[in-house]
């Protein structure tokens, strides 16, 4: 596709539900990201894929939360047993490998609430 | 470590008049810096971007900034508003080698008035 892609869109959990979030980038985009935006704050970052090693999760905030990316193409943001404070949106961006550049293209999306 | 700093969560202009939007940056080796905007249930849309070339960056829909070194600041501006530039606008920092992530300001809300 021409730009990158994230199903579902809107995502309404109860508490202790687990939920998986998608994110198609674009084609022979070698890096991927993932950011949780919350209510009224910037994009912080979750974790960095180069096709599909993981290279940093520094930014996961506990181990409920896992990522995958096993063909080094769609990756998959999984959320074990959700909690109110995971409300937010899910930001997938892609980037070329060009070193030193690293223009990211975003999304739109997966806003998930958690009831 | 990296940080970036948006003065003013919100600001107003009229239709027409100068956009200034503030950010200073962190950073311990020579950063790359982005402005993106964001629309209500979109995404981030690159506006521009500063890698090392010249200070002074062009981007998208008449908008520019400026990289001032000795300021560590990058500053968005557009002469003259439109009411299609009523967005939220982050500044972002990655030192463009090791860690590849973005380190986001909290945004600044644009508002224009007609």
């Known amino acids: 596709g021409a730009g990158v892609s994230q199903s579902p869109r809107y995502k309404v959990a109860k508490r202790g539900q687990d939920v998986a979030l998608r994110c198609d980038p674009i084609?022979?985009?070698?890096?991927l990201f993932w950011y949780q935006q919350a209510l009224g704050q910037g994009p912080e970052f979750l974790t960095y894929?180069?096709?599909?090693?993981?290279?940093?999760k520094s930014g996961l905030p506990s181990d409920r939360f896992f990522a995958e990316r096993p063909e080094g193409s769609v990756s998959t943001l999984k959320i074990q047993r959700t909690q109110q404070e995971d409300s937010a949106v899910y930001l997938c961006a892609s980037s070329t490998d060009r070193v030193g550049y690293n223009e990211q293209f975003f999304g739109p999306g997966t806003r998930l609430t958690v009831l | 470590a990296q940080s970036v700093t948006q003065l003013g969560s919100h600001v107003s202009v009229s239709e027409g008049a100068l956009v200034l939007l503030r950010c200073n940056y962190s950073?311990?080796?020579?950063?790359?810096l982005f402005w993106y905007v964001q629309y209500p249930n979109q995404g981030l849309q690159l506006l521009l971007k500063?890698?090392?070339?010249?200070?002074l960056v062009k981007g998208i829909n008449g908008f520019e900034a400026e990289f001032k070194k000795s300021e560590t600041s990058f500053h968005l501006t557009k002469p003259s508003a439109h009411m299609s530039d009523a967005a939220e606008y982050f500044c972002?920092?990655?030192?463009?080698?090791?860690?590849?992530?973005?380190?986001f300001g909290s945004g600044t809300r644009l508002q224009v008035q007609p």
């Open positions: 950073s311990s080796v020579p950063p790359y």
């Open positions: 894929f180069q096709n599909e090693a993981q290279l940093d």
């Open positions: 084609s022979g985009h070698v890096s």
């Open positions: 500063y890698t090392s070339a010249a200070t």
């Open positions: 972002a920092v990655s030192d463009g080698t090791g860690r590849r992530a973005l380190t």
